[in-house]
């Protein structure tokens, strides 16, 4: 069995394991803490005003939403998953 990884695919496989990481630090992290909600990490706590003034630029409301989601309220692990789903399909249906 000849194994060939592209570029797009390695990048979903990076960005699966970074998403894992992720994962695995935010567990840590609740289970340190003394309560019961679980630590989620955002895109936001990286760069605040960054995407809020993005945000506030957007002209059309369905796209502001859709951001604001996926900035503010979207946990980055789910986000990276997603990301590298797409970059590996995209690897297969390159590679064929």
Known sequence: MN???DGFTITGIVMW???LCILLFQ????A???GEEFTNIILCDFAYDLFDAISLKIPFDFLQKGFDYIVFEMSLFILLMIIGTIFVIIGMIISD
């Open 32 to 34: 340190m803490e003394k």
């Open 17 to 19: 394991v970074a998403s």
């Open 3 to 5: 194994l060939k990884l």
């Open 27 to 30: 567990g840590i992290a609740t």
